[in-house]
């Protein structure tokens, strides 16, 4: 004969008095395993107990305690996923996309002279150049390229100058007489937006009477970087 429930005084039965693997799901109260009754982790409910697309954002907490970067796998955040008209420049590694733009300062294809027979820094005609602010803004590097034909015996070099500044942005390497390249390149810094420049020889030594230095092509190049 079985004992009823009415016979058994209430909280008599202790832990020890149940027996192992004997309590099954259908004897517990829907909403009775709350927090406290749930072991810590390593112990506690593992990801096999959880049923899948269960934990919905209500069930996440807020940041700085929400999901870190360390719990999201590689790759996982697509394009989909990234807010239209969000992602700032700031958020790409440095010089991840560049770009280079060529401005042509002297395209003429005939040769632009100036004296070598003085000591004086005369400016190659119809080189002015002017820079906007826009073209700066991701500046990573300057550079002049220049097709030139230095003078036979005058020593000097050829500069980018900041007449506005009067200041030398960049400059060649020096010439002892009879130098002539079609690509030779030099780096140019500092430079300043809407500041006119232009190309002037730098002659230091004077060469023989009616010398003179050409230049023929000659571009500012810059490199830009989004970053």
């Known amino acids: 004969m079985a ?14 008095e149940i027996a ?3 309590v099954g799901t259908e004897e517990l109260i829907d909403g009775a395993a709350t ?5 810590d982790a390593p112990n506690g409910a593992t990801t096999t107990k959880i049923n899948d697309g269960a934990v919905t954002t209500p ?15 590689d790759l996982q955040v697509t394009n989909p996923k990234v807010a239209d008209a969000t992602l700032a420049y700031g958020k ?20 632009i002279e100036v ?32 097709d030139h034909a230095w003078a036979a015996t005058a020593d000097g070099t050829i500069q980018l100058y900041d007449s506005t500044a009067a200041a030398v942005r960049g400059e060649t390497a020096a010439f002892a007489g009879g130098e002539a390249s079609e690509w030779l390149s030099f780096s140019v810094s500092g ?19 009616g010398e003179k230095s050409g230049l023929y092509r000659a571009i500012l190049r810059l490199v830009l970087g989004v970053s």
């Open 3 to 16: 004992i009823r429930e009415s016979h058994i005084l209430k909280d008599a039965v202790k832990v020890a």
């Open 20 to 22: 192992a693997n004997s």
């Open 35 to 39: 927090t406290p009754k749930i072991a």
């Open 59 to 73: 069930k996440l907490a807020d940041a700085p305690n929400g999901v870190d970067t360390g719990k999201i796998n």
């Open 92 to 111: 790409l590694a440095a010089n991840e996309i560049q770009l280079i733009i060529d401005v042509p300062i002297l395209s003429s294809g005939s040769v």
């Open 115 to 146: 004296a070598a027979d003085a000591v004086a820094t005369p400016t190659f005609a119809h080189t002015t150049v002017q820079v906007p602010a826009e073209a700066l803004k991701h500046l990573k590097s300057a550079s002049v390229i220049i």
């Open 191 to 209: 430079l300043v937006a809407g500041n006119t420049m232009v190309i002037r020889a730098n002659v230091t030594a004077a060469g023989a009477a």
